[in-house]
């Protein structure tokens, strides 16, 4: 398998799913993820539909990421390919309903948190995706955050405050910084992320100063390759953690 080739899918829910009030009543709960199992978090609420927020979107889409470096399952060969080169490549796509529905009867797994549901599929080859895949649209949906997010815990995957960017594509993104993040991590930091369940906040940095001094900082930093939105080489993400100082310089995306 060719990993040029290779990109990533991820697809978010655009409706809320009926959420459970107590977790004796959450099928997810004491779940570890495995090839096909959903990892859960944050607090349920009452049944909603509509978008899920913005922050809560990207944390998923950053968690689901992690969820497949942690334990790649049946799709070893499949995640070796795609990360052999460093282009790790990520598409995110929207889906309701009965597209939904069809997205997860195909091999994956689905991320709740909060109020976003996000299901990463194994790699797959640039062109020829699965046409319950193919079919859903890549652009379109806007979420917002209707309240500030909480406070912050690292590690935090802070976005450039100077680039504009589509749900879709700041979800890739930080998606990209926390793979980084991981690959600058060892094993005591990866099984120290794992008991926290790979948690991570998404924030966008307050100034273009406080941006440009953790790129400078020798963290994980996410240089767009220019393919959608953002010009090539453009600093979209840095993600940031205690442990992560001096490790690396950049990435590639």
Not at 27 to 52: E, S
Not at 109 to 119: D, K
Not at 194 to 209: F, I, N
């Amino acid at each position: 398998m060719n990993a040029e080739l290779y990109v990533l899918p991820l697809v978010v829910r655009i409706e809320r799913a009926a959420r459970h009030t107590s977790p004796d009543t959450d099928p997810n709960a004491g779940l570890t993820p495995g090839p096909d199992t959903g990892l859960a978090t944050g607090p349920r609420v009452g049944p909603r539909q509509g978008p899920p927020e913005r922050t809560d979107a990207l944390e998923a889409a950053a968690m689901a990421v992690l969820s497949l470096l942690d334990d790649s399952g049946e799709w070893t060969g499949e995640l070796h390919a795609w990360q052999s080169t460093g282009k790790i490549r990520k598409v995110v796509r929207r889906a309701r309903g009965a597209e939904w529905r069809r997205a997860l009867a195909l091999p994956g797994r689905t991320i709740e948190h909060r109020t976003a549901e996000v299901r990463v599929h194994p790699p797959v080859p640039l062109d020829d995706w699965p046409r319950d895949l193919a079919r859903l649209q890549v652009s379109g949906t806007e979420l917002t955050d209707t309240a500030a997010p909480g406070p912050a815990e690292p590690p935090i995957l802070w976005a450039n405050p100077a680039l504009e960017m589509s749900a879709g594509k700041a979800m890739a993104q930080a998606g990209h910084a926390a793979q980084l993040a991981w690959w600058a991590s060892d094993a005591g930091e990866r099984a120290a992320w794992r008991e926290r369940g790979l948690a991570v906040s998404v924030r966008t940095a307050g100034t273009q100063e406080d941006f440009d001094s953790l790129v400078a900082a020798g963290l994980p930093v996410v240089r767009d390759a220019g393919f959608t939105e953002i010009e090539p080489g453009s600093c979209t993400f840095v993600a940031d953690g205690p442990w992560l100082y001096g490790r690396v310089s950049s990435g590639g995306a």
